[in-house]
């Protein structure tokens, strides 16, 4: 049987999702854990989008092959008994043996949260990233609309990004303010390693007029990631949600990660 599990976490106590030699605190190993508890055998997990250290997820889904016969509540309830609170299960489902998490989803959403004040905030502080100065919310839009449709990101991947290649369709990215708050959503077919967060560094120097609108397409155009911004922390960015064809009949995902009041 194979079942695919909707997971929310925060990542700031955890060295990213990827299981590593012990003594490094994960996401995946303390999953596997905790399902192996309830399946009465080794689990071994498979996720959609393996999240670096310090990063979030609303909407994280993974799957996982199990010769053992479980009601799907038993696996979130029992799941959820093992769990440490920086960790939530929100939905289990049995889904077809062709069913893969990362390879049949159909596009990932991300969140980027940016508190924008002049002041560091205790409470915000793993929750999202701090920018001192003033952040032009519409500059930034304006300026992230040249990265939408399918291009390559060469110039927004890390050195170490094992992708085949550097090819992504954005298919959307918008980006306002709420309160103290400005907040980017960012949605594609898939994405490179630090794809994101270095987009959100290209729009925040435009952002804060260090740089003009056009930067960002000038950056795309020279798929030199030399030439590029900064790489945003990763403490604002949360994966949000992961679609997949309608025929899985996945759940969607129930909650949304924090927003600013104001």
Do not use: K
Not at 82 to 111: K, M
């Amino acid at each position: 049987m194979r079942v695919a599990l909707g997971i929310q976490y925060d990542g700031a106590g955890f060295r990213g999702w990827q299981a590593q030699p012990a003594g490094s605190r994960t996401v995946q190993a303390t999953l596997e854990r905790a399902l192996a508890g309830v399946a009465d055998h080794p689990v071994g997990l498979t996720c959609a989008g393996r999240t670096d250290a310090g990063v979030h997820a609303a909407g994280q889904v993974a799957h996982f092959d199990t010769r053992a016969v479980r009601p799907t509540r038993a696996w979130v309830r029992g799941g959820n008994a093992h769990l440490p609170p920086d960790i939530s299960l929100s939905w289990a489902c049995e889904v077809p043996d062709d069913f893969h998490a990362r390879f049949s989803a159909s596009a990932r959403r991300y969140r980027y949260l940016i508190y924008n004040h002049p002041q560091r905030s205790a409470l915000w502080r793993t929750r999202a990233a701090w920018h001192y100065q003033p952040l032009d919310a519409a500059r930034m839009r304006a300026a992230g609309q040249a990265l939408v449709g399918e291009h390559d990101f060469s110039a927004f991947r890390a050195a170490g990004c094992q992708a085949r290649h550097p090819i992504r369709d954005v298919l959307e990215l918008v980006v306002w303010r709420r309160g103290d708050g400005v907040l980017l959503e960012i949605e594609a077919n898939a994405f490179l390693h630090h794809m994101v967060r270095n987009i959100v560094g290209v729009l925040l120097a435009i952002g804060v007029g260090d740089r003009p609108v056009e930067w960002a397409a000038e950056v795309l155009a020279g798929r030199d990631r030399t030439q590029a911004g900064v790489t945003a922390p990763a403490e604002g960015l949360y994966l949000l949600a992961v679609r997949y064809p309608p025929r899985f009949g996945l759940p969607a995902t129930p909650e949304s990660p924090p927003v600013f009041d104001g």
